[in-house]
T-cell receptor, first 109, second 113 residues
Framework: DAKTTQPNSMESNEEEPVHLPCNHSTISGTDYIHWYRQLPSQGPEYVIHGLTSNVNNRMASLAIAEDRKSSTLILHRATLRDAAVYYCILRDRDDKIIFGKGTRLHILP | DGGITQSPKYLFRKEGQNVTLSCEQNLNHDAMYWYRQDPGQGLRLIYYSQIVNDFQKGDIAEGYSVSREKKESFPLTVTSAQKNPTAFYLC????????????FGPGTRLTVT
Protein backbone atom coordinates (compact mmCIF):
# COMPACT_ATOMS: atom_id res chain seq x y z
CA ASP A 1 0.00 0.00 0.00
CA ALA A 2 1.15 3.53 -0.75
CA LYS A 3 1.92 5.65 2.29
CA THR A 4 0.06 8.67 3.59
CA THR A 5 1.25 11.62 5.66
CA GLN A 6 -0.96 13.40 8.18
CA PRO A 7 -0.31 16.02 10.88
CA ASN A 8 -0.01 14.49 14.34
CA SER A 9 -2.68 16.71 15.87
CA MET A 10 -5.06 19.55 15.12
CA GLU A 11 -7.34 21.77 17.13
CA SER A 12 -10.64 23.35 16.22
CA ASN A 13 -13.38 25.28 17.93
CA GLU A 14 -16.78 23.73 18.39
CA GLU A 15 -19.32 24.53 15.67
CA GLU A 16 -16.62 25.59 13.21
CA PRO A 17 -15.53 23.68 10.09
CA VAL A 18 -12.48 21.45 10.29
CA HIS A 19 -10.17 20.59 7.39
CA LEU A 20 -8.00 17.52 7.97
CA PRO A 21 -5.23 17.18 5.35
CA CYS A 22 -3.59 14.05 4.00
CA ASN A 23 -0.70 13.76 1.56
CA HIS A 24 -0.34 10.68 -0.62
CA SER A 25 2.15 11.64 -3.31
CA THR A 26 2.80 8.03 -4.42
CA ILE A 27 -0.86 7.16 -4.95
CA SER A 28 -1.57 4.82 -7.86
CA GLY A 29 -4.42 5.08 -10.31
CA THR A 30 -6.38 2.26 -8.66
CA ASP A 31 -6.01 3.43 -5.05
CA TYR A 32 -9.18 4.43 -3.22
CA ILE A 33 -8.74 7.09 -0.53
CA HIS A 34 -10.40 6.03 2.72
CA TRP A 35 -10.91 7.92 5.95
CA TYR A 36 -11.63 6.29 9.28
CA ARG A 37 -11.94 7.76 12.73
CA GLN A 38 -11.41 6.23 16.14
CA LEU A 39 -13.13 7.54 19.23
CA PRO A 40 -11.44 6.86 22.59
CA SER A 41 -11.50 3.18 23.61
CA GLN A 42 -13.50 2.19 20.53
CA GLY A 43 -12.77 0.50 17.23
CA PRO A 44 -12.25 2.69 14.15
CA GLU A 45 -15.30 3.54 12.10
CA TYR A 46 -15.43 4.13 8.38
CA VAL A 47 -16.11 7.78 7.50
CA ILE A 48 -15.89 8.24 3.74
CA HIS A 49 -14.02 7.17 0.64
CA GLY A 50 -13.30 8.55 -2.80
CA LEU A 51 -11.41 7.80 -5.98
CA THR A 52 -11.21 10.94 -8.11
CA SER A 53 -14.23 13.16 -7.46
CA ASN A 54 -15.17 15.02 -4.31
CA VAL A 55 -17.63 13.12 -2.13
CA ASN A 56 -20.22 14.06 0.46
CA ASN A 57 -22.07 11.95 2.99
CA ARG A 58 -23.92 12.57 6.22
CA MET A 59 -20.73 12.50 8.26
CA ALA A 60 -18.27 14.53 6.19
CA SER A 61 -17.01 15.66 2.80
CA LEU A 62 -13.88 14.52 1.02
CA ALA A 63 -12.05 16.91 -1.27
CA ILE A 64 -9.51 15.26 -3.58
CA ALA A 65 -6.82 17.27 -5.36
CA GLU A 66 -6.87 17.17 -9.14
CA ASP A 67 -3.56 15.25 -9.24
CA ARG A 68 -4.83 12.98 -6.41
CA LYS A 69 -1.64 13.49 -4.44
CA SER A 70 -3.50 14.96 -1.51
CA SER A 71 -6.97 15.00 0.00
CA THR A 72 -8.84 16.82 2.75
CA LEU A 73 -11.52 15.52 5.05
CA ILE A 74 -13.98 18.26 5.89
CA LEU A 75 -16.19 18.24 8.96
CA HIS A 76 -18.62 21.06 8.29
CA ARG A 77 -19.55 21.87 11.85
CA ALA A 78 -17.41 20.22 14.49
CA THR A 79 -18.96 19.02 17.73
CA LEU A 80 -17.30 17.68 20.86
CA ARG A 81 -18.25 14.20 19.69
CA ASP A 82 -15.95 14.63 16.68
CA ALA A 83 -12.88 14.58 18.92
CA ALA A 84 -11.06 11.45 17.71
CA VAL A 85 -8.07 10.16 15.79
CA TYR A 86 -8.62 10.39 12.03
CA TYR A 87 -6.82 8.00 9.70
CA CYS A 88 -6.27 8.50 5.98
CA ILE A 89 -5.59 5.24 4.13
CA LEU A 90 -5.15 4.11 0.53
CA ARG A 91 -6.70 0.86 -0.64
CA ASP A 92 -6.48 -0.90 -3.98
CA ARG A 93 -7.27 -4.45 -2.92
CA ASP A 94 -8.84 -6.28 -0.04
CA ASP A 95 -5.91 -7.48 1.96
CA LYS A 96 -3.63 -5.98 4.58
CA ILE A 97 -4.23 -2.35 5.45
CA ILE A 98 -1.64 -0.04 6.95
CA PHE A 99 -2.82 2.35 9.62
CA GLY A 100 -0.40 5.14 10.51
CA LYS A 101 -0.76 7.20 13.69
CA GLY A 102 -3.40 9.46 12.13
CA THR A 103 -4.35 12.98 13.22
CA ARG A 104 -5.63 13.50 16.74
CA LEU A 105 -8.38 16.13 16.51
CA HIS A 106 -9.11 18.21 19.60
CA ILE A 107 -12.35 20.19 19.74
CA LEU A 108 -12.42 23.24 21.99
CA PRO A 109 -15.79 24.14 23.55
CA ASP B 1 -28.63 -5.41 13.22
CA GLY B 2 -25.60 -6.41 11.17
CA GLY B 3 -22.20 -5.95 12.70
CA ILE B 4 -19.13 -7.35 14.38
CA THR B 5 -19.06 -8.51 17.96
CA GLN B 6 -16.01 -9.07 20.10
CA SER B 7 -16.07 -10.64 23.51
CA PRO B 8 -15.24 -10.04 26.20
CA LYS B 9 -14.68 -6.27 26.34
CA TYR B 10 -12.08 -6.63 29.11
CA LEU B 11 -9.95 -9.71 29.77
CA PHE B 12 -7.41 -10.36 32.49
CA ARG B 13 -4.94 -13.24 32.46
CA LYS B 14 -1.88 -14.39 34.29
CA GLU B 15 1.42 -14.57 32.46
CA GLY B 16 2.05 -17.96 30.85
CA GLN B 17 -1.59 -18.66 30.03
CA ASN B 18 -3.00 -18.87 26.52
CA VAL B 19 -6.14 -16.82 25.92
CA THR B 20 -8.62 -16.81 23.03
CA LEU B 21 -10.41 -13.67 21.87
CA SER B 22 -13.71 -14.05 20.08
CA CYS B 23 -14.75 -12.25 16.88
CA GLU B 24 -18.08 -12.88 15.12
CA GLN B 25 -19.64 -11.05 12.16
CA ASN B 26 -23.07 -11.36 10.57
CA LEU B 27 -22.30 -9.11 7.59
CA ASN B 28 -21.62 -12.08 5.29
CA HIS B 29 -18.15 -10.68 4.70
CA ASP B 30 -15.45 -12.87 3.22
CA ALA B 31 -12.43 -11.13 4.74
CA MET B 32 -11.62 -10.77 8.43
CA TYR B 33 -8.70 -9.15 10.24
CA TRP B 34 -7.07 -8.91 13.65
CA TYR B 35 -5.19 -5.80 14.77
CA ARG B 36 -3.31 -4.86 17.87
CA GLN B 37 -3.19 -1.30 19.22
CA ASP B 38 -0.85 -0.06 21.92
CA PRO B 39 -1.43 3.24 23.76
CA GLY B 40 -0.97 6.28 21.51
CA GLN B 41 -0.13 4.12 18.52
CA GLY B 42 -1.82 3.17 15.28
CA LEU B 43 -3.15 -0.28 14.46
CA ARG B 44 -0.82 -3.13 13.58
CA LEU B 45 -2.01 -6.15 11.61
CA ILE B 46 -1.65 -9.55 13.29
CA TYR B 47 -3.45 -11.94 10.93
CA TYR B 48 -6.02 -11.72 8.17
CA SER B 49 -8.21 -14.18 6.32
CA GLN B 50 -9.72 -13.61 2.90
CA ILE B 51 -11.68 -16.86 2.79
CA VAL B 52 -12.73 -19.72 5.03
CA ASN B 53 -9.95 -22.18 5.92
CA ASP B 54 -7.24 -19.78 4.77
CA PHE B 55 -5.36 -17.03 6.59
CA GLN B 56 -2.19 -14.99 6.21
CA LYS B 57 0.29 -13.55 8.68
CA GLY B 58 0.36 -9.83 9.14
CA ASP B 59 3.21 -7.70 10.40
CA ILE B 60 3.30 -8.97 14.00
CA ALA B 61 2.05 -12.59 13.93
CA GLU B 62 4.65 -14.06 16.30
CA GLY B 63 3.04 -15.36 19.49
CA TYR B 64 -0.47 -15.40 18.01
CA SER B 65 -2.56 -18.02 16.23
CA VAL B 66 -5.91 -17.94 14.41
CA SER B 67 -8.43 -20.23 12.76
CA ARG B 68 -11.15 -19.62 10.19
CA GLU B 69 -13.42 -22.67 10.19
CA LYS B 70 -16.59 -20.65 9.61
CA LYS B 71 -17.20 -17.55 7.52
CA GLU B 72 -18.63 -15.62 10.45
CA SER B 73 -15.96 -16.43 13.04
CA PHE B 74 -12.26 -15.60 13.33
CA PRO B 75 -10.94 -16.30 16.85
CA LEU B 76 -7.48 -15.11 17.91
CA THR B 77 -5.36 -17.00 20.44
CA VAL B 78 -2.71 -15.07 22.30
CA THR B 79 -0.16 -17.66 23.32
CA SER B 80 2.35 -17.61 26.15
CA ALA B 81 5.03 -17.03 23.51
CA GLN B 82 3.79 -13.46 22.94
CA LYS B 83 6.21 -11.37 24.97
CA ASN B 84 4.05 -8.27 25.49
CA PRO B 85 0.41 -9.36 25.17
CA THR B 86 -1.20 -6.50 27.08
CA ALA B 87 -2.93 -4.38 24.42
CA PHE B 88 -6.22 -3.40 22.78
CA TYR B 89 -7.24 -5.99 20.18
CA LEU B 90 -9.50 -5.10 17.27
CA CYS B 91 -11.26 -7.38 14.82
CA UNK B 92 -12.51 -6.15 11.44
CA UNK B 93 -14.20 -7.51 8.34
CA UNK B 94 -14.67 -6.40 4.76
CA UNK B 95 -16.81 -7.55 1.86
CA UNK B 96 -13.95 -8.18 -0.53
CA UNK B 97 -15.49 -5.80 -3.05
CA UNK B 98 -14.51 -2.33 -4.19
CA UNK B 99 -13.85 0.02 -2.40
CA UNK B 100 -12.81 -2.48 0.31
CA UNK B 101 -13.90 -0.54 3.39
CA UNK B 102 -13.41 -2.29 6.71
CA UNK B 103 -15.89 -2.55 9.56
CA PHE B 104 -14.52 -2.86 13.08
CA GLY B 105 -15.71 -4.47 16.27
CA PRO B 106 -15.66 -2.67 19.64
CA GLY B 107 -12.38 -4.26 20.69
CA THR B 108 -11.10 -6.38 23.57
CA ARG B 109 -8.70 -4.90 26.10
CA LEU B 110 -6.38 -7.66 27.31
CA THR B 111 -4.29 -7.23 30.43
CA VAL B 112 -1.70 -9.86 31.33
CA THR B 113 0.05 -9.67 34.69
Amino acid sequence: DAKTTQPNSMESNEEEPVHLPCNHSTISGTDYIHWYRQLPSQGPEYVIHGLTSNVNNRMASLAIAEDRKSSTLILHRATLRDAAVYYCILRDRDDKIIFGKGTRLHILP
Amino acid sequence: DGGITQSPKYLFRKEGQNVTLSCEQNLNHDAMYWYRQDPGQGLRLIYYSQIVNDFQKGDIAEGYSVSREKKESFPLTVTSAQKNPTAFYLCASSSGQVPYEQYFGPGTRLTVT
